[in-house]
Each structure stands twice: as C-alpha cells, then as structure tokens.
C-alpha cells in the first residue's frame, strides 16, 4: 500500500523558533511536495522537488526552505516560524514525472504562538 | 499565477441527492484530478482526466474534463453520510512540473 508519512500530526512553536517538518515516502516516487493548506484558499505550493538534492520554488516559497537528502524524504524548514506560518501542512509524492496523481500524507497542524 | 475557481465553497445537502461542483480557469490545462479529503486526512485522489472531452467514473463520482480544457466538473449521485468531505480540483499545465489546485468545496450530508 501507497504511503506518505509526515513526522508530527500536530505542533505547537513560538514565534522566532526553528521548525522542521519530515516527510517520508516508501513508494520510490522521484517527485515531492510541500503543500499549506488555509480555509478557503485550498493548497498552496510551497516547493517541490523532482530529485535528490534538487529543488524548485512553489507559489509561496518565502519564509521557507527544503532538504532532500535522501529520495524517501523531504523537510520542510522555517527558519524563523512566524504566527503567520500558523497552518495545515501537507506533504504529497508523485511517481509521475509531470507531478500529476500526488499521494499525500496525513498532514501536519502547526501553530506558531 | 494559476487560479482555479472552484464552486460552490459548501453545500449542505440530504442523503439520497445528487451533487455537482466544477472548476472554472482563464488558463488551459492538460490533465484534471478531483480529490476528496475527509477530516483530519490528506487528500485522496478520485478521478484522474486526461484528454478534453473525456468523462470517467468512479463508482457513484463522474467527472469531466471541459471541451475548452479550462474547466471541469464532479457529480456525485445518491449522496450518502460517508461522502462529507472537502473536495478539490486540480489542474497541470504545460511547462508546469505541479498541480494547481482550486479552494475546494465542503460537503456536507445529512442523514
């Protein structure tokens, strides 16, 4: 069975905090994805990678960056969390090289105090 | 960038009806997805489109990809208390390596 696992269910931070997001994929997908999710705007890219140590920019990058180390996973990083960074984080893989049929994980509650 | 308009954002319907909800863009894309997301969950893919004009099912789901390829549409038929969910529409675009998706609609089933 396809599985996308993200490291914490929910979190809480403070403002000025560094804040990693793990994502962990066992399906050998070459493509990754992180996602924030807010009420009534849907799912924002925030970036994406389509290899090992490569990555791209999504629609919302700033304030974020990423890690790919390893195929299997994907961090998500905020430098400095701010309370605007309050949201649902979703990370997804793609075993299509288009980025189409992402699998997605649980997601991630984050709230920065 | 990329903008899907995606209506209607809720509706509260009874067991037994039929809904639909469709996604609208200025933009042309070459593949639509319709995902469903139950609470607390990541979104889960239900129907996959490829080619303008077509129409798939999923069980009681139906979609199509628009004739213009800047729209598509999701019915569901004999709603039952299970299908409360939120549901998205996303779209790929060529020369784009990841999917636009729209806001998404909460629907709601009452029993």
């Known amino acids: 069975d396809v599985k996308v696992t993200q490291s914490s269910r929910y979190l809480v931070k403070r403002t000025g905090e560094k804040v990693f997001l793990e994502c962990v994929q066992d399906?050998?997908?070459?493509?990754m994805f992180w996602y924030r999710q807010d009420p009534g705007l849907g799912l924002r890219l925030i970036y994406f990678?389509?290899?090992?140590?490569?990555?791209e920019k999504g629609d919302i990058p700033e304030g974020y960056s990423v890690s790919r180390e390893k195929k299997e996973r994907f961090s998500l990083i905020l430098e400095s969390a701010s309370t605007n960074q309050t949201s649902m984080y979703l990370c997804?893989?793609?075993?299509?090289?288009?980025?189409?049929?992402?699998?997605f994980g649980p997601g991630t509650r984050l709230t920065v105090l | 960038g990329q903008q899907l308009n995606q209506s209607p954002q809720s509706m509260f319907i009874q067991e037994g009806e039929d809904v639909s909800m469709n996604c609208t863009s200025s933009?042309?894309?070459?593949?639509w997805l319709w995902y469903k997301q139950d609470p607390g969950e990541g979104p889960v893919l239900l129907i996959a489109?490829?080619?303008?004009?077509e129409l798939t099912s999923n069980g009681r789901l139906t979609a199509q990809f628009g004739i213009t390829r800047k729209d598509s549409f999701l019915n569901i038929s004999a709603s039952i208390p299970s299908d409360v969910g939120i549901y998205f529409c996303a779209g790929l675009s060529w020369g784009r390596r990841a999917l636009t998706f729209g806001s998404g609609t909460r629907l709601q089933v009452q029993p």
């Open positions: 933009s042309i894309f070459n593949t």
């Open positions: 990678s389509y290899d090992v140590k490569m990555k």
């Open positions: 489109l490829y080619k303008a004009g």
């Open positions: 399906m050998d997908h070459e493509n």
């Open positions: 997804a893989s793609s075993f299509s090289p288009l980025g189409n049929e992402q699998f």
